[in-house]
């Protein structure tokens, strides 16, 4: 059980690096974290995440990427090979972390605290977590939900004003 109360207590390995990404970082940002995997029907969804981070980034919006392994083995083992994929096939710029663990008996503290949050846990690869300017969980999204789709852009844009 977790005993963070907000999302800026929690930190996160960075992909293919040694250094962490504290969410305290992401403090007056609108978060987008995203739980991705390199090999699944959703996959693509990397191109719409991308475009939206591009869209929006210089107005405050951060994406980060959590690739995991945890529905169906759909990541790669390395993180090499995760970054590798991501940035050939998508031209992904926005910050990943490192593999992690989403769902189960031992998620990340912060899929804890997101579950805890918005009543929902991951049920697939791509769940998206929408996170004010102030560190409140504001919208979770299921893997089924583009991007780009109309219910969260509409939401990021207000989030953003």
């Known amino acids: ?11 996160i390995q ?4 040694d250094e962490s990404i504290p969410f305290s970082g992401f403090k007056d940002k609108v978060l987008l974290v995203v739980n991705t995997a390199s090999k699944c029907g959703y996959t693509p969804q990397y191109k719409t995440l991308e475009q939206l981070y591009k ?12 690739p995991s392994g945890d529905f169906g083995g759909q990541e790669f083992g390395s993180d090499q090979e995760t970054q590798k994929f991501c940035e050939i096939n998508y031209g992904v710029t926005f910050p990943l972390a490192t ?17 805890k949050e918005s009543g929902e846990v991951p049920q697939w690869n791509f769940h998206k977590y929408l996170i004010d300017r102030s560190g409140k969980l504001v919208g979770s999204y299921a893997s089924s939900v583009d991007p780009l789709d109309k219910e969260i852009v509409q939401k990021v844009e207000v989030l953003l004003q």
Do not use: C, R
């Open 55 to 66: 869209k929006y980034k210089d107005q405050g919006l951060v994406v980060l990427g959590i």
């Open 99 to 115: 593999k992690t663990q989403v769902s189960g008996n031992q998620p990340h503290p912060f899929y804890e605290w997101a579950s």
């Open 1 to 11: 059980m977790h005993t963070k109360s907000s999302v800026y207590d929690f930190s």
């Open 14 to 17: 960075k992909l293919h690096d």
